[in-house]
């Protein structure tokens, strides 16, 4: 007990180290820079983004996640964690080419309280008017909604399409981003490479995985009149082990296999370090002032079960009418994981049943398969407030469940609804 606690305690001394190390690096860079800056620098600004929501569904028979870090789950009773989140963010204009940046999120997390929460510590430099280079702490560009997914404020829904943006649930990443704007006429072109370490702890649903490791990529943004395109490509590789070790150490003693002969050959399906994942997405938006429309694709190509390849997408329609915007939201998702066979008990002991279905619930219910079908209003009770409802319909298969709480019995419902409202603002 007492080497468990002196690891609990280096892993928390590490992430304190971390942050520590972001915090003094931005003070650090900030004094030197306000020493020589102009009279009218440094310039302070501190704004804020947050909402209030409540999310039920109509069965306790599975739990909805907004994403897979969440470790409350939403049922029949009515849940505030879903949804709700506060954020602070503080920027300083250093001088006219350097600035800073921090952002805060109080909002449920998997994993340590400060560190996974931080979502932004970083120095950004224009080495011209139009390049620029970021070093910290900053938000994983991966996604359409990338700058503003955790800013309800910013977009129509409860929450961003589940079928899309549950699938890759890193936040951040600590390292370097350098982006590059052109003006092509009346249309502006932005060009983004970054490269750093992301570090994401999963809800204890997904067996305590860990999503960390080496991250890069690349993305490429197209904004002309009342279109915004992107298209982007994200590479991770990852170098932490899935915490299984009880159950390996159990499929692979000697007197297992002697009553499941051959179990032990499935050991190599129960990690996942140093495995690759590949993220490619391409997503659009239109927005006249009256329409306003949003859709993504992507696809994720994975090498190992836990995180088996999946394509997802998402189409979403609204109609503004003065203060109030109505819309409808459609998203689908889909695994492609084979089934791997495990072999059979030879004595029908029920630690034995129990270790075979454990072993295969392990590797075969991994996948996401799931559709969904959303309605929904907005109603802008004020520039800086937002009253939103939203119903979804989601239809799910057997073995497609991976971004929800899945039941112990692994019997999952063929349908679930649920229901969402509550205020998002801005300060």
């Known amino acids: 007990m007492k080497a468990i606690n002196i690891i609990k305690n280096t892993r ?7 942050i520590s190390f972001f915090c003094f690096t931005f003070l650090i860079s900030l004094i030197a820079t306000v020493v020589e800056a102009e009279d009218q620098y440094p310039a302070f600004s501190v704004k804020g983004f947050g909402s209030i929501g409540y999310t039920r569904t109509d069965t306790d028979q599975i739990g909805f996640y907004r994403n897979r870090t969440q470790t409350q789950e939403a049922k029949k009773s009515l849940e505030i964690s879903t949804d709700s989140r506060l954020g602070i963010q503080l920027d ?11 952002q805060f999120i109080l909002r449920d997390h998997a994993g340590d309280f400060l560190e996974q929460n931080l979502d932004s510590v970083y120095l950004r430099w224009y080495l011209t008017e139009d390049t620029s280079i970021r070093f910290g702490r900053m938000g994983a560009d991966s996604f359409l909604l990338s700058d503003y997914r955790n800013v309800g404020y910013a977009y129509p829904w409860m929450r961003p399409p589940h079928e899309f943006y549950s699938n890759i649930p890193i936040t951040h990443y600590d390292g370097i981003d350098v982006t590059k704007f052109l003006s092509l006429g009346n249309d502006y072109l932005s060009l983004k490479a970054f490269a750093g370490y992301t570090s994401t702890n999963l809800s204890e649903e997904y067996a305590n995985l860990e999503l960390e490791g080496p991250i890069a990529g690349a993305n490429i943004v197209y904004e002309s009149e009342n279109w915004r395109t992107r298209v982007g490509y994200t590479y991770i590789r990852q170098v932490k082990e899935i915490q299984l070790q009880t159950l390996r150490a159990a499929i692979n003693d000697p007197l297992t296999n002697s009553v499941i002969p051959g179990i032990s050959d499935l050991t190599p399906l129960l990690s996942v370090k140093d495995s690759n994942l590949h993220f490619i997405s391409l997503g659009t938006t239109y927005d006249d002032g009256t329409w306003l429309v949003h859709t993504e694709a992507s696809y994720i190509d994975t090498q190992n079960i836990f995180n088996p390849d999946v394509a997802s997408a998402y189409l979403s329609i609204g109609r503004r009418f003065s203060t109030l915007t109505l819309y409808t939201l459609y998203g689908i998702s889909h695994s492609f994981h084979k089934k791997h066979k495990v072999p059979d008990v030879r004595f029908p002991v029920p630690a034995l049943i129990a270790l075979q279905q454990a072993t ?22 004020h520039p800086k407030v937002a009253f939103k409802a939203q119903w979804s319909h989601y239809w799910l298969a057997d073995d497609g ?4 709480q899945k039941p112990a019995s692994r019997k999952i419902p063929d349908n679930v609804n ?4 509550g205020f998002d603002f801005i300060f």
């Open 418 to 421: 649920v229901i969402s409202f």
């Open 92 to 102: 300083v204009d250093i001088s006219k080419s350097l600035q800073a940046s921090t």
């Open 401 to 404: 469940a991976s971004l929800w």
């Open 360 to 381: 295969d619930s392990a590797i075969n219910d991994n996948g996401t398969d799931e559709q969904s079908l959303s309605l929904g209003l907005r109603w802008d009770l």
């Open 12 to 18: 928390y001394d590490r992430r304190i180290k971390k």
